[in-house]
């Protein structure tokens, strides 16, 4: 599975986009990139996944690098719900979730 | 269509006593995932089932956890005997493959306290 790296800590203001980048520049050429992301003590949530182009759902939108080494989720009008710890994932089944980044948004 | 569901919500038992953890996962889902939390570490793989069959089992912490999916449905994760430090919350998920991709959904959780 592919290493990630994320910061520890981000700070979003209400109603604006966060930002939240990723580094997996291990990740195999046919390795997906996901991200979940878990609200305060509940089960992961899925948010997102792709491969080598961007993708956008009704959560979120996620841009990868052109070399796959990166990525950044993107949510376009955070709001208060949105404060979670968001985890980036590549790989194949098991799930690594490593320490994720934790995002708030601020009123 | 109903999620992965998980119960008891929450546990408290006493160290060396058992306890079974269930895992109902979305039907028709093939893969069934256990992970747990432990206090102030990150959320970790235990095992991966295929229907019926133990996929990965290498995070399993030792042999007082046995998994087991009978009939490929539901799950069950027995601890036997508990110990302190298995206090944690253990999430189950489940997915069904294709075209290489997987997408786990997870459920709510069981929260175990080993007094």
């Known amino acids: 599975d592919a290493k990630t790296t994320q910061p520890t800590s981000m700070d979003c203001a209400e109603g604006r986009a966060a930002n939240l980048p990723c580094n997996h520049s291990t990740i195999s050429g046919n390795e997906y990139v996901y991200w979940y992301r878990q609200i305060h003590s509940q089960g992961p949530q899925y948010i997102i996944h792709g491969l080598k182009n961007n993708e956008t759902n009704e959560m979120a939108s996620l841009i990868i690098t052109e070399d796959r080494k990166s990525s950044t989720l993107i949510l376009p009008h955070a709001t208060l719900r949105d404060t979670a710890v968001y985890y980036c994932t590549g790989g194949y089944q098991k799930v690594t979730f490593g320490t994720g980044t934790k995002l708030q948004v601020i009123p | 269509e109903a999620g992965v569901t998980q119960f008891p919500s929450h546990s408290v038992i006493e160290k060396g006593q058992t306890v079974t953890l269930r895992c109902d996962p979305i039907?028709?889902?093939?893969?069934l995932y256990w992970y747990r939390r432990v206090m102030g570490k990150e959320i970790k793989f235990l095992l991966h089932f295929v229907k019926e069959s133990k996929q990965d089992e290498s995070g399993m912490p030792n042999n007082r956890f046995l998994a087991e999916r009978t009939g490929g449905t539901y799950s069950t994760l027995k601890v036997q005997p508990a110990e302190l430090e298995d206090s944690g919350v253990y999430f189950c998920a489940s997915s069904q493959t294709w075209s290489g991709r997987e997408t786990q959904y997870f459920g709510p959780g069981t929260r175990l306290l080993v007094l």
């Open positions: 039907s028709g889902h093939d893969n």
